[in-house]
T-cell receptor, first 112, second 113 residues
Framework: EAGVAQSPRYKIIEKRQSVAFWCNPISGHATLYWYQQILGQGPKLLIQFQNNGVVDDSQLPKDRFSAERLKGVDSTLKIQPAKLEDSAVYLC??????????FGPGTRLTVL | GENVEQHPSTLSVQEGDSAVIKCTYSDSASNYFPWYKQELGKRPQLIIDIRSNVGEKKDQRIAVTLNKTAKHFSLHITETQPEDSAVYFCAANPYSSASKIIFGSGTRLSIRP
């Protein structure tokens, strides 16, 4: 079974630029999560989708972050404009009808 | 909302000894407690989880215990090996969202040869 796929793996941008990350969950997993993991901290949930609907986006900085999951499969997370404090690893995870979440390899974002 | 605290932040043990990592949670309705291992530069991977209907669960050298009354749970690794070196995260689900989990701040475990 293929795991959660993410791209790109690394991205370096300057502040005020925009960036987008892509995630492809495990086939058949209805729930998709985006996390932000700052160096030395645990993952923090940004947004949770159930199929193509948003379940929880209470921690998403909506003035600069947006996410969508068209057709209930792939998802994209966008930051516009980026700030220095957005430097982190962005992890995507998916789950089926259980609590267990499976993580992708992450995208390491550096904002200069 | 749910708050998960994890201790210690760093832990160094001699190879072959045991390691214990402790977490507390705030939401008494939480019923799912996973543990993830994250090696440097890699994705978090689930190593064991426990649900509130049991007090202990074992899988080879790792075990997790849960005390619902005290709202704390612990990870125990016995006969530690060099490949156990990693950052370990505990997590708990807030009752308000059964499929959502809140992570602790992590414990960096180092195994001394």
């Amino acid at each position: 079974e293929a795991g959660v796929a993410q791209s790109p793996r690394y991205k370096i941008i300057e502040k005020r630029q925009s960036v987008a990350f892509w995630c492809n969950p495990i086939s058949g997993h209805a729930t998709l999560y985006w996390y932000q993991q700052i160096l030395g901290q645990g993952p923090k949930l940004l947004i949770q989708f159930q199929n193509n609907g948003v379940v929880d986006d209470s921690q998403l900085p909506k003035d600069r972050f947006s996410a969508e999951r068209l057709k209930g499969v792939d998802s994209t997370l966008k930051i516009q404009p980026a700030k220095l404090e957005d430097s982190a690893v962005y992890l995507c995870a998916s789950s089926q009808n259980t609590d267990t979440q499976y993580f992708g390899p992450g995208t390491r974002l550096t904002v200069l | 909302g749910e708050n998960v605290e994890q201790h210690p932040s760093t832990l160094s043990v001699q190879e072959g000894d045991s390691a214990v990592i402790k977490c507390t949670y705030s939401d008494s309705a939480s019923n799912y407690f996973p543990w993830y291992k994250q090696e440097l530069g890699k994705r978090p991977q689930l190593i064991i989880d426990i649900r509130s209907n049991v007090g202990e669960k074992k899988d080879q050298r790792i075990a997790v215990t849960l005390n619902k009354t005290a709202k704390h749970f612990s990870l125990h690794i016995t006969e530690t090996q060099p490949e156990d070196s990693a950052v370990y995260f505990c997590a708990a689900n807030p009752y308000s969202s059964a499929s959502k989990i809140i992570f602790g701040s992590g414990t960096r475990l180092s195994i001394r040869p």
